[in-house]
């Protein structure tokens, strides 16, 4: 049998019931001892549909289970870093949504406490264990497109208060057949509140993780930001019909250098309801890259232009690694990281670099200037 990873999970919102907690209780790395949430109705209807033991309402009391070895934070990320510090604190390894802290400062604050303590800190998006991401760096460092120069990415969609969001989580909660989506879905207000960061920590984060896994740290960047929309209508769930005022930035662009005359165009909004652009294009001195993020499944494109080898056109690359990625899929990455003392491939640093594009996008629309990043990773 399989060592397992004993953990604990705070926050039973959308994402948890949707992704999270199916993959704690199917992962064979992972016990899933205890639930925690404000709402103990909440927690109780969980954890019976999920067959969790412990339940609790103050994370602070569940810190206090010396049974638990690792947390999982889904809390809105206006409540990460103080939840984070207190978890690497107790000295329990943490794997948390993004972000993981609300500016660069407390992310290294993050990382310097998992260091002190010996533990692993892993951070949400874990877009590089996608087998496609994956597939697209290897294709990169074969050199088969030639040099990059350009690279495109979007990062786009309804909003969390829109028909389209509200019917993807709830076509997932009536698949497991475990709850009703209509009497337990989430009110998304705190999204379009200040301090929650918007579309840029919604959406954008999973083309900056992408984009810097692939082609590496960031050197610096500009934006323009800005709300588009002042109201929004709940489109479905406990809230349908509320209408919230929009107090964060629902719309980003972005332009940002790689150094070595690498560079990208990003765009994050909440205000797209639908689109046929690809997820992201990697423009290259002998072809072009194409990736696309569908309802689907994820599809990869590659047009080669090497007529001298007979490989002119666009091609679809065979994957050798065929599971398809969710938004939990870092659950058994980081429970064997932690079982077996691998290294994390969504590790902390890479996440502190995520802030600081996320702060210095921030700082560059709302100063009229270009930023230039100093973490790496």
């Known amino acids: 049998m399989n060592k397992q990873l004993s953990v604990g999970l705070i926050g039973c919102g959308d994402v948890a019931l949707c992704y999270y907690l199916p993959a704690l209780k199917e992962s064979k790395y992972v016990n899933l001892l205890a639930v925690c949430d404000l709402n103990r109705e909440r927690a109780e209807l969980v ?16 810190l206090k289970d010396k049974s638990i070895e690792a947390v999982v934070n889904l809390t809105p990320n206006t409540f990460h870093f103080q939840i984070n510090r207190d978890v690497l604190a107790s000295g329990r390894h943490l794997y948390t949504e993004k972000l993981m802290a609300d500016n660069v400062e407390e992310a290294t604050i993050l990382v310097d406490e998992a260091t002190k303590q010996g533990v692993k800190l892993a951070s949400a998006p874990s877009v590089m264990l996608d087998p496609i991401n994956i597939a697209v760096k290897k294709i990169i460092e074969a050199g088969v497109i030639g040099k990059i120069s350009y690279v495109t990415s979007h990062n ?19 698949s497991s057949g475990l709850l009703n989506w209509e009497e337990i879905s989430t009110d998304p207000t705190w999204f379009y509140k200040k301090g929650s960061w918007g579309a840029m920590a919604d959406l954008g984060v999973y083309g900056f993780a992408a984009l810097t896994g692939i082609l590496g740290p960031v050197k610096r960047l500009s934006a323009i930001s800005g709300t588009s929309y ?37 765009d994050s909004a909440w ?3 639908a689109t046929k652009s690809p997820t992201m294009e990697i423009y290259g001195s002998k072809g072009t890259i194409t990736v696309s993020w569908t309802d689907a499944g994820s599809e990869l494109e590659v047009y080669i232009d090497q007529i001298a080898e007979n490989l002119n056109g666009w091609l679809r690359p065979s994957l050798a690694d065929q599971t398809p990625w969710n938004l939990a899929s870092g659950i ?8 077996y003392d691998e290294k994390l491939l969504i590790g902390g640093e890479h996440a502190r670099h995520v802030v600081e594009i996320v702060q210095g996008a921030e700082v560059s629309s709302r100063e009229g200037r270009t930023i230039e990043l100093k973490t790496s990773f």
Do not use: W
């Not at 067959?51 to 609790?56: A, E, F, G, L, N």
């Not at 980003?252 to 990003?266: E, K, P, Q």
């Not at 058994?332 to 079982?339: G, R």
């Open 156 to 174: 786009c969609h309804g909003g969390p208060a829109s028909r389209g969001y509200f019917d993807s989580y709830k076509s997932l909660i009536a």
């Open 332 to 339: 058994d990455h980081f429970a064997k990281c932690v079982l």
């Open 230 to 266: 002042d109201t929004v209508t709940v489109m479905g769930g406990t809230a349908k019909g509320k209408k919230i005022e929009v107090e964060t930035d629902d719309c980003t662009l972005m332009v940002i250098d790689f150094g070595n005359g690498v560079f990208a165009s990003v």
């Open 271 to 273: 205000t797209v309801q």
């Open 47 to 62: 954890a019976k549909a999920f067959s969790v033991p412990k339940i609790y309402t103050d994370y602070k009391e569940m």
